[in-house]
Nanobody, 124 residues
Framework: QVRLVESGGRLAEAGGSLRLSCTAS????????VSWFRQFSGMRREVVAA??????????YYIDDVKGRFTISRDNDKSMMYLQMDKLTPDDAAVYFC???????????????WGKGTPVTVSS
């Protein structure tokens, strides 16, 4: 059975950093786009960052407000994906979800498997 489990969400200070991790089991990641979504309270879930399953050309995506601050990475051999979050602001506070799918560009309807989410809180 496929499972995605996030970890690393916690309270952080404004200007600080966090690294979120996601561990996949029951699936090989090498044929999937991997992505991180966020969900603000009462809002739609939206993609924050993604990497396609290809390794040539432009294969990454970042939502505008995290460009230059967040970095997505993956390790297929370890079945893990990461989101490095730097220069955090209170506006980054949300529940963050890892996800995999076979649709590019990444969109909610194309996600095959979701993690349960990990909350990130940023103090002001």
């Amino acid at each position: 059975q496929v499972r995605l489990v996030e970890s690393g969400g916690r309270l952080a200070e404004a200007g600080g950093s966090l690294r979120l991790s996601c561990t996949a089991s029951g699936v090989s990641l090498d044929k999937y786009a991997v992505s991180w979504f966020r969900q603000f309270s009462g809002m739609r879930r939206e993609v924050v960052a993604a990497i396609s399953w290809t390794w040539t050309g432009d294969n990454t995506y970042y939502i505008d407000d995290v460009k230059g601050r967040f970095t997505i990475s993956r390790d297929n051999d370890k079945s893990m994906m990461y989101l490095q979050m730097d220069k955090l602001t209170p506006d980054d506070a949300a529940v963050y979800f890892c996800a995999i799918g076979k649709v590019w560009p990444v969109r909610t309807a194309g996600i095959d498997y979701w993690g349960k989410g990990t909350p990130v809180t940023v103090s002001s």
